[in-house]
DNA sequence: AAAAAAT
């Protein structure tokens, strides 16, 4: 392992006039596929790498969400399988010769449709791989012989042992959200396949997010990497209105519900951080009249797909979802993000917020923050390197519905001699004017009590290549306003209609 | 603390 590699490939600068993709030499096959999709110029990720992968260098890619790195890496990996394109229909002359390993089967899908767009019309087969589903079809498709494997690890893994696919002939491998990839959870299985593939090959890491010991990890998995990073890592995309409001967990419902009818909202993303959380709030949101779906790995993977697109149809008002949803997925022209809970890896909050403001749109994250969630907050300013900005807002009148659970719950062993609990009666506790958020005493909070620190960083060594984050997001802007590919035409949504509640009638703020 | 990914 070196670490500074040689025969540095010349990267273009940040170009004055976007460059086209018919000018830096791609097969015309790829692109009449690119321009059969609306494209036309490059964002700036894809011309930083574009040349990378050619030279057939390893890389490790950072940008931003929603900027084309799907494109980034299939394109010119397409282009190095070209040279030795075959036409034969012996599976022994298809051998697979890329693998793209995702975290979720909706990203893997979501991905395996972009690269079957890109390869349409050249002679190199692909094939989408998860579990979930029925192994035998994906079985049989594996055996005819594919050049391009789409697959989330554990099914692979499946059919690893199963014998239908061999990875010997692997040639190129991407992992898509490489740190989640990396992380503990994916890691054994991530090894076991990367075992199963030649020494000999280029490896592709992307993500909007590295942190500093995925980093690190990575450089195991790579010989000699170009870094690209395009705008500053970890950012968060700056079209996006960021909010961050104070609620009483018992109101985030009703925040909920109210900001959702203030702002107009068509659709929107409600992650929270379990799948149990998800499924209620799912389910208490449709009293109020709006459409929601519940997506997390406890559904069915037909419910999931169901869902998903449901939501992508605009049949659905709002998504309730847990991080599965988190990274990649595309919905096109997505309004607003909501974190119903603070995610408990700051990461995933710019992977989630990801979710709007995509191709250069405007969007708006909104995150409710109760007393439990606060200390997360501290990791998030750190990882955003700056303070949160609280927007004041205040829940009208009072939330229509008790949590969910409290229909069902048990009563607690010692409920007797519990102090009864606020949630138990609402309507009571306003009666008797409790706040409905207690604003704490924030001189004397250690929350606000520390000074924000600039967390130190380092500068970026020599052969990181930076790309002018504002000429990059005003490219991608520019770029995808105008074109808008994979963008089904949306049903009109019924107007949005929450019935309003007896208690919401009174403009009365229940904050004291 | 949670979620994801094989059944």
């Not at 500093?212 to 209105?241: C, F, H, M, W």
Request: charged letters at 25%; a positive charge.
């Amino acid at each position: 392992m070196q670490d500074t590699p040689q025969a540095i490939p010349e990267i273009p600068a940040p170009p004055s006039a976007p460059l086209r993709f018919d000018a830096v030499g791609l097969d015309a096959k790829l692109v009449r596929a690119v321009h059969d999709q609306g494209y036309s110029t490059m964002t700036p990720i894809q011309a930083a790498a574009l040349p990378v992968v050619l030279a057939g260098r390893d890389m490790m890619g950072a940008a931003q969400t929603g900027t084309g790195k799907t494109a980034a890496f299939s394109l010119p990996l397409l282009q190095r399988m070209l040279r030795h394109e075959t036409s034969s229909a012996s599976p022994a002359r298809h051998p697979v010769r890329a693998l793209i390993l995702t975290p979720t089967r909706e990203l893997a899908d979501q991905v395996a449709q972009n690269v079957a767009a890109y390869a349409r019309h050249t002679q190199l087969r692909s094939l989408v791989v998860y579990g979930g589903i029925d192994m035998k079809p994906q079985a049989m498709a594996l055996r005819q012989g594919v050049e391009i494997v789409i697959a989330t690890p554990g099914r692979l893994l499946d059919h690893l042992q199963a014998r239908n696919c061999s990875l010997a002939q692997v040639e190129f491998v991407v992992l898509d959200e490489a740190d989640r990839m990396l992380d503990i959870g994916f890691l054994p299985d991530l090894q076991r396949i990367l075992s199963h593939l030649p020494k000999q090959r280029q490896t592709l890491l992307f993500s909007a997010t590295f942190s500093g010991d995925i980093k690190k990890l990575a450089q195991s998995y790579l010989q000699s990497p170009q870094v690209i990073e395009v705008a500053r890592p970890n950012a968060t995309a700056t079209k996006v209105t960021q909010r961050f409001i104070k609620v009483d967990e018992d109101f985030k419902h009703a925040a909920l519900v109210q900001m959702v009818r203030d702002e107009n909202l068509t659709q929107a993303i409600v992650f929270v951080n379990s799948k149990l959380g998800a499924a209620r709030l799912a389910r208490a949101l449709e009293r109020d009249g709006l459409v929601t779906a519940a997506l997390h790995g406890d559904k069915s993977q037909d419910e999931r797909t169901k869902a998903l697109d449901a939501f992508k149809r605009g049949e659905v008002h709002l998504l309730v979802a847990t991080d599965v949803a988190a990274r990649g997925l595309d919905v096109a022209d997505l309004p607003a993000v909501f974190n119903y809970d603070v995610p408990f890896h700051a990461e995933d909050y710019v992977h989630r917020i990801g979710r709007t403001g995509r191709a250069g749109a405007e969007g708006l994250a909104v995150t409710l923050v109760s007393v439990r969630d606060e200390r997360l907050i501290g990791d998030l300013e750190k990882l955003l390197k700056k303070p949160v900005e609280w927007a004041p807002f205040e829940v009208r009148g009072l939330p229509r519905h008790r949590p969910a659970f409290e229909a069902t719950a048990r009563p607690r062993r010692d409920d007797s001699a519990a102090p009864p609990r606020r949630h138990d009666a609402p309507g009571a506790a306003a009666r008797s004017e409790a706040p409905a958020w207690r604003p704490r005493p924030a001189p004397s909070d250690p929350f606000f009590d520390q000074p924000y620190r600039e967390p130190e960083r380092s500068e970026p060594a020599a052969w990181e290549r930076t790309v002018d984050p504002k000429a990059a997001l005003a490219q991608a802007a520019q770029l995808r306003n105008r074109l808008s590919p994979n963008i089904r035409t949306r049903r009109k949504l019924p107007a949005l209609f929450v019935a309003p509640a007896p208690e919401m009638a009174s403009d009365a703020p229940a904050t004291v």
